[in-house]
């Protein structure tokens, strides 16, 4: 494995096994088995984010940002459903949200400040950003209408919510589908980003992995995601009353960020290396992949494997973190350039709302 991550990441698989092993000999550990899953599930969306990168190689920056986007929101998917099937709505929410303003504000904005600190200006497509950021002002407003329904319309409403987030995921699944083909075929242009020259010249000196070998190891990956998401999930509630932290917050902020590895260094590595349109591809791509299509497609789900029907109806803290997220996104990429300091103003934003989060009731 040594050859697949960083070393300073190859010591926290030995957490995969030690999660496995404290979930069967001590199920009453709740908070380390909390903890040791956390750091388990790290190296392994690291993996599949080294399997996804190796596969973006053979493709342009549009597919390879959609391609990291779906397979780095994988860890993500699997925990949601796990709570999902548990009935803990409530962290299915928390950490959609913590999702998509952690890869705007957190992911983004780490990217832009580890390649702004090695190039002083960094340009991107500015017409396939501000596309992006259109599709996240959707995915604001798709909080938005359920959440003012909820609030506004009455006692009525109540009855009448689940089919309401029903059609309104249908109309996001269309949606969605609809962006993938402006993307990837009508409008590629849009989002090719460098020079295929450039890109290359940065990583002409590591060898591609073969088709099969990144297949095989993103398969690996994923079971191994699965199993230990369980265990993380069966977890959290217990975990969070001994860390003194609400279950919003642990969504939001603690398991967000851990489905969220994957993103990280690949949106990073891409930013280092001068590859904006990556980069900027991976971070707006996963929150735009999170809002239109996991949501929608997690309210089907809980049709089939629910307790009961999930609707979209979410907090009021966590719609203003979407729609402050999606509105400093649209800011920071209007102009098709970017620099550190945009990255430090992304960061601050995304500081603020974990202490927002940390601290409601």
Not at 199 to 212: D, T, Y
Not at 245 to 253: A, D, L, P, S
Not at 256 to 276: F, P, V, Y
Request: glycine share 10%; net charge neutral.
């Amino acid at each position: 494995m040594s050859k697949y991550l960083k070393p300073s990441l190859n010591w926290l698989l030995v957490c995969v096994p030690a999660t496995i092993i404290l979930e069967h000999a001590s199920p009453g550990w709740h908070a380390t088995i909390f903890v040791v899953a956390c750091l388990a599930i790290i190296p392994l969306a690291g993996l599949l984010g080294h399997a996804t990168e190796h596969l973006a190689e053979k493709t342009g920056e549009g597919i390879g940002g959609l391609l990291n986007a779906t397979f780095g929101n994988a860890a993500e998917l699997i925990i949601a459903l796990m709570a999902l099937q548990q009935g803990l709505y409530d962290v299915v929410k928390a950490s959609l949200t913590g999702s998509i303003i952690g890869n705007i504000l957190l992911v983004m904005g780490a990217s832009f400040l580890t390649g702004g600190l090695r190039h002083k200006a960094q340009k991107f497509n500015a017409a396939g950003a501000r596309s992006q950021a259109n599709m996240l002002t959707l995915a604001a407003i798709s909080l938005i209408v359920p959440a003012a329904y909820h609030h506004l319309g009455g006692k009525e409403v109540l009855t009448r919510e689940a089919g309401l987030s029903l059609e309104i995921s249908l109309i996001l699944l269309v949606t969605y589908g609809l962006s993938l083909l402006f993307s990837l075929r009508t409008h590629r242009h849009l989002f090719v980003g460098a020079p295929a020259g450039v890109a290359e010249l940065s990583h002409a000196h590591k060898p591609c992995w073969s088709l099969g070998r990144s297949l095989g190891l993103l398969a690996v990956s994923t079971v191994l995601v699965g199993w230990i998401s369980e265990i993380l999930v069966g977890a959290i509630t217990p975990a969070a009353e001994t860390f003194g932290m609400t279950g919003v917050f642990v969504g939001v902020i603690v398991v967000a960020i851990i489905g969220n590895a994957a993103e990280h260094s690949s949106a990073i590595l891409a930013a280092m290396k001068n590859r904006m349109d990556l980069s900027i591809g991976i971070a707006i791509g996963s929150s735009i992949q999170i809002a239109l299509f996991v949501a929608p497609a997690l309210v089907l789900a809980s049709y089939a494997i629910g307790p009961r029907p999930m609707d979209l109806v979410f907090t009021i803290p966590e719609v203003l973190a979407v729609v402050l997220a999606a509105a400093i996104a649209a800011q920071v990429t209007i102009d098709g350039e970017s620099d550190w300091l945009e990255g430090v103003q992304l960061l601050s934003v995304y500081a603020i709302l974990a202490l927002v989060f940390y601290f409601l009731p």
